[in-house]
């Protein structure tokens, strides 16, 4: 659970993932159960030991496709929420 | 020509395959290494395709179904990853050179040690038998090749698999003959290995591994090679998680993409031998009991056919006595007849057969043959 609900303010959140595979995989789950979601590389700062992806969730359908995820038995998830400028930050779960 | 070497290579391709090749081949890019257009499309190819294969083949988790270059590349892997030092191998009599060589060198250089039981041809009790024995020592793994490349020959390998699982052996199933002809559960236990370009109507150069889960007696392979895979790309190991484990560098997406067009082709016309054999028919369907039923009436022919065609697939062997199988093959590829002659790359399945040294003329029908191609190949047979 998240205890910072200022990630609304955010343009849209990664769910990073192991694999383009798995960001796929995952990206078409959440779809299927009526989110908007798609697999993107993950900025490299981001991406711990180079070269991530992950799926792109809008702000508000975050916790939703967490817990989704989580129904499937995936996870758990590093998230990080992308601000208006480019910056990012990693929400704490 | 009429084609009758689709054990081989299935030809001709549905018009689908070579329309999705070509497609792939102008919009994709290399998947899942750029966040651009070009490599999503790629990477969505890849992924669609794993997921067509994971229903066709009913498996779970479409990141177990792991892209390789044919079906020998992926019985490489599971070979070479589950027969450990000094082990014990056992295999059936009708395995391909795609099995035999890897063990072989194996048995070389690690000391594996290869047990080839004589389970004769189209006697699938006894191949039982002959497992239930081996499996009482102490064996490390069994490899069995679903159906004959050669005779046709379906093999039981659940009943084999079954055996395997209570000891807790794992096993490597050859499904390069059954792979789009018979049903298949990726997750029911065994590694299975298949190429893209034969019963799955994909172009070469493309085959799968399916990789079972760990509850069903699946393990952690090791690939072949160690490369990139567009994932932790400052890690200097590979990845320790399918399928980029197994899959370093760029994927061949274009022919990948021919594969998900050749799968969905068998899915729409549905599981059958590549004879096209009607519902409820014998898995060797219409034209290989037609044809046994033509050849075995000319004098001088011996057909290789399960009595009552159950136990074969969409594959026939003939020989003709006094003709040597090559000559008989090059005679009728002068008629514009295509079969294959010889070995067959099988030579463990001719010497339990009793076909060495020669081999035989292998008939294997696909998608696209008619009655009529089998009539001309039996009339060519009976002017020899």
């Known amino acids: 659970m998240f205890y910072d609900t200022s990630y609304h303010s955010m343009i849209s959140c990664m769910v990073a993932c192991r694999s383009v595979t798995y960001a796929q995989k995952y990206s078409k789950l959440l779809r299927k159960h009526g989110l908007s979601a798609y697999t993107r590389k993950l900025p490299s700062h981001l991406a711990n030991v180079g070269c991530g992806h992950a799926v792109s969730v809008r702000p508000g359908q975050v916790r939703t496709a967490l817990a989704l995820l989580g129904s499937y038995g995936a996870g758990p998830f590093r998230v990080f929420c992308e601000g208006p400028g480019g910056t990012t930050e990693e929400m704490t779960l | 020509m009429i084609y009758l070497d689709n054990a081989a290579t ?24 750029g966040g651009h257009a070009a490599a999503v499309r790629a990477a969505e190819i890849l992924f669609e395709t794993r997921e067509t294969a994971a229903g066709l083949f009913r498996m779970r988790d479409p990141e177990r179904v792991i892209f390789t270059c044919n079906c020998t590349h992926a019985l490489n892997i599971a070979i070479k990853s589950l027969a450990p030092r000094g082990g014990r191998v056992v295999t059936s009599g009708f395995e391909h050179n795609a099995v035999v060589r890897p063990l072989f060198r194996l048995s ?4 594996v040690k290869v047990d080839v039981l004589p389970t004769p041809l189209f006697e699938p009790e006894t191949a039982v038998e ?43 199933v050859d499904a390069a003959q059954s792979a789009g002809c018979l049903p298949i559960r990726g997750d029911a236990g065994p590694y299975y290995c298949m190429p893209g370009h034969k019963g799955l109507y994909g172009p070469q150069g493309t085959g799968l591994l399916l990789c079972p889960p760990p509850a069903g007696g699946g393990g952690v392979l090791r690939g072949l090679i160690e490369g990139g895979t567009g994932v932790a790309s400052a890690d200097p190991a590979m990845p320790n998680f399918y399928p980029e484990r197994l899959e370093a560098g760029t994927p061949n997406a274009h022919s990948i993409a021919g594969l998900n067009a050749g799968m969905r082709f068998v899915v729409e016309r549905g599981l059958a031998s590549p004879a096209g054999r009607p519902e409820g028919a014998p898995p060797s369907g219409g034209l290989i009991a037609r044809l046994e039923r033509s050849l075995s009436a000319i004098w001088g022919v011996t057909t290789y056919a399960a009595k009552d065609l159950y136990g074969q697939s969409g594959v026939m062997s003939f020989t003709v006595e006094g003709r040597d199988p090559e000559n008989v093959a090059a005679r009728l590829a002068a008629r514009g007849i295509a079969v294959r002659a010889g070995l067959h790359c099988a030579p463990h399945a001719h010497r339990t057969a009793g076909t060495l040294p020669g ?5 294997s029908p696909g998608a696209f043959n008619t009655p009529g191609d089998v009539g001309k190949l039996a009339a060519a047979v009976r002017r020899l």
């Not at chain 2, 070389?108 to 000391?111: C, D, I, K, L, P």
């Not at chain 2, 081999?359 to 008939?363: D, F, K």
């Open chain 2, 108 to 111: 070389r250089e690690n000391g």
């Open chain 2, 130 to 172: 002959l497992f239930d024995m081996a499996l009482r020592g102490d064996v490390s793994l069994v490899v069995c090749t679903h159906v004959s490349n050669v005779f046709g020959y379906i093999l039981p390998i659940e009943r084999i698999w079954e055996l395997c699982r209570r000891r807790g052996v794992p096993m490597i």
């Open chain 2, 359 to 363: 081999g035989t003329v292998r008939v």
């Open chain 2, 10 to 33: 299935t030809l001709p391709k549905p018009k689908s395959v070579k329309k999705a090749v070509g497609a792939a081949l102008r919009e994709s890019g290399g998947a899942g290494r």
